[in-house]
């Protein structure tokens, strides 16, 4: 357990300033161009310290200090503590482009499509390779029909504007990782993201009505839910 400690926070320490990097470059509103220098001094942003303040100027950009790199350890040593070594690989796949994806839906709105198709196709490769590696080649049917189900989900509410193109192709990669450990996995995950969602909304209209504000900002960012959905209904199946 120590191991799996320590080799979590060694990776929050090496991984997120580049991860840190990358939510800055992709949190930009709709329609914006990806930010890939620093707006105080136009130094390239390939990657930013612990504290979130840039090398050149040292103005702060993107989330709290030490909050990617948190994340990325909490993750980390998840994906480390489970059960069997193909879930752990896994899970350390998505939580690269899943923790960026998660931080700039949650600022954004937004879940870009670099990182949503690098972590589906990511996913998709390396089921493919351990199911046909394991003699189960019938489980890559499920994991395709569980993507294919879980994409549907998320698309049609799209139609009406309710969600995001993002959030069908996150939801195509996850769904493909849910699919392996089986129907009652894939369930599971997707309700947790919309308990996990639906929680957040309350909350924040609870928060508003307490402060006697007006209850506004609602829209719920999926991505950062149906992440946590998947993870908790991994490492309890897996």
């Known amino acids: 357990m120590i191991a ?12 997120a300033p580049a991860l840190r990097g990358l939510v800055v470059r992709y949190a930009v509103p709709e329609g914006e161009p990806w930010c890939t220098n620093c707006p105080g001094c136009a130094r390239a942003l390939r990657g930013l310290p612990p504290t979130g303040r840039c090398p050149g100027c040292r103005e702060r950009l993107g989330p709290p200090p030490g909050l990617v790199e948190a994340v990325t350890a909490a993750v980390a040593a998840a994906a480390l503590f489970a059960a069997h070594p193909a879930d752990a690989v896994l ?23 670099p990182l949503s198709w690098t972590l589906a196709a990511g996913l998709a490769l390396l089921l493919v390779v351990l199911e046909l590696a394991a003699g189960r080649p019938g489980v890559l049917l499920r994991c395709l029909l569980v993507a294919l189900a879980a994409a549907a989900l998320f698309e ?18 996850l769904g493909a990782l849910l699919g392996r450990y089986g129907w009652s996995a894939a369930f599971a995950g ?3 993201a919309a308990a996990l969602s639906g929680l957040w909304a309350v909350g924040r209209a609870g928060a ?28 309890l199946q897996g």
């Open 190 to 192: 997707l309700f947790a």
């Open 4 to 15: 799996t400690v320590l080799g979590a926070l060694l990776a929050g320490l090496l991984v």
């Open 156 to 173: 049609l509410p799209g139609w009406f504007g309710l969600m995001g193109a993002g959030d069908t192709v996150l939801a195509l990669g």
């Open 208 to 235: 508003a009505l307490v402060r006697r504000g007006p209850v506004r900002g609602l829209d719920v960012p999926m991505g950062p839910f149906l992440l946590l959905g998947t993870l908790a209904a991994v490492l």
């Open 91 to 113: 899970l350390l796949w998505a939580a690269g482009p899943g923790v960026v994806l998660g931080f700039t839906d949650a600022r954004v709105r937004r879940l870009p499509y």
